[in-house]
């Protein structure tokens, strides 16, 4: 008789890759906030360039590229402090540290 096989280790994160198919689309936005935080990071260091402004549009297409609803990745992104905005919202950066959690919207100086 075979012993079952161990379940995954919960210190462990599965890897971000697991929330994509396989033609690179965004699955699902995860409902746990911790898992969200791990594909928002993710997305910030692979769609946006630190140091660089980006217009609303360029934020939109470019989430546009893994899921089709965009507006709810930017404003994780936004109150995760994962990027900064603009007090009209014309401008976005990213961030290089988190900014404040709790739906604070960090602004771009």
Do not use: C, W
């Not at 699955?27 to 360039?49: G, M, N, S, Y």
């Not at 609303?56 to 965009?70: G, I, S």
């Amino acid at each position: 008789m075979t012993s079952p096989s161990p379940s995954p280790s919960p210190s462990l994160p599965r890897p971000v890759a697991d929330l994509f198919s396989a033609d690179g689309r965004l699955t699902a936005i995860p409902r746990k906030a911790p898992r969200r935080e791990q594909l928002l990071d993710h997305l910030a260091e692979t769609l946006f360039a630190p140091g660089r402004s980006y217009s609303e549009r360029e934020v939109n297409e470019a989430l546009l590229t893994v899921h089709e609803d965009f507006p709810a990745l930017r404003r994780y992104l936004v109150t995760g402090g994962f990027l900064s905005r603009t007090a009209d919202g014309a401008s976005y950066r990213r961030q290089q540290q988190l900014g404040p959690t709790g739906g604070a919207i960090p602004s771009v100086a």
